[in-house]
């Protein structure tokens, strides 16, 4: 569950891939695009959100450990890395800015 302007909301979606290692979990989209993005900033928001609540729904679940978020371009094989920071503004634009209900 998160917040969303003060109300909970159940989130939903299938991780693709799922990296657990010593240090951090590392969690893989793969996204079908014909036009692939070349920054992250291009990525759409859609996109850069669902990273973004993966992201906040896992950290609880491995505590101490980094996520890290990738979205991985089947068109032309390549792989984006969706930084913290923009998975925080990416929340921060759908209205997500409270943690995560315990």
Known sequence: ???????EH??????????VR???????????????PRTEAEAPLAY??????YARLLQPLYPGKTVETLLLWTAEPSIMC???????SALDEIGVNQPIAP
Request: proline share 0%; glycine share 4%.
């Open 1 to 7: 569950m998160v917040h969303v302007n003060g109300q």
């Open 48 to 53: 850069r959100s669902q990273m973004a609540l």
């Open 22 to 36: 010593e240090d951090r979990v590392v969690v893989i989209d793969y996204k079908t695009n014909r036009l692939v």
């Open 10 to 19: 159940a989130v939903s979606g299938q991780i693709d891939r799922l990296l």
């Open 82 to 88: 969706i930084s913290e920071a923009m998975r925080q």
